[in-house]
């Protein structure tokens, strides 16, 4: 019983670091990120694509040329979509 316990409770830490893991290897990605009005993520990567994270955590759509707004009141015209590339960079360090 105790090493079942011991796995349940290994489990749960596992899945409590996997978001930050795939957080970090998104924003290692970028040169820089913004934090948007609407509660999601701007990332800007060091070759000047952008990319959108809303605020569940998922890469999403991006039109070029659509403008983002920043907590602070910066507007930001997005110049390029790479929703693949986030996508692919959220799952670094997820459970299959």
Same mark, same amino acid.
């Given at each position: 019983? +105790?090493? /079942?316990?011991?796995?349940? =409770?290994? #489990? #749960?830490?596992?899945?409590? =670091?996997?978001?930050?893991?795939?957080? $970090?290897?998104? +924003?290692?990605?970028? =040169? =820089?990120?913004?934090?948007? +009005? $609407?509660?999601?993520?701007? %990332?800007?990567? +060091?070759?000047?694509?952008?990319?959108?994270?809303? &605020? %569940?955590?998922?890469? /999403? %759509?991006? &039109?070029?040329?659509?403008?983002?707004?920043? /907590?602070?009141?910066? &507007?930001?015209?997005?110049?390029?979509?790479? #929703?693949?590339?986030?996508?692919?960079?959220?799952? #670094?360090?997820?459970?299959?």
């Amino acid at each position: 019983m +105790k090493n /079942v316990s011991s796995m349940f =409770a290994l #489990v #749960v830490l596992v899945g409590l =670091a996997a978001p930050a893991i795939a957080a $970090d290897a998104a +924003k290692a990605q970028a =040169a =820089a990120t913004h934090q948007l +009005k $609407d509660g999601g993520t701007l %990332y800007i990567f +060091k070759d000047g694509k952008m990319a959108k994270e809303n &605020k %569940y955590g998922n890469a /999403v %759509y991006l &039109k070029k040329g659509e403008t983002q707004e920043t /907590v602070d009141g910066q &507007k930001l015209v997005a110049n390029s979509n790479e #929703v693949a590339r986030l996508r692919d960079l959220i799952g #670094v360090g997820h459970l299959d």
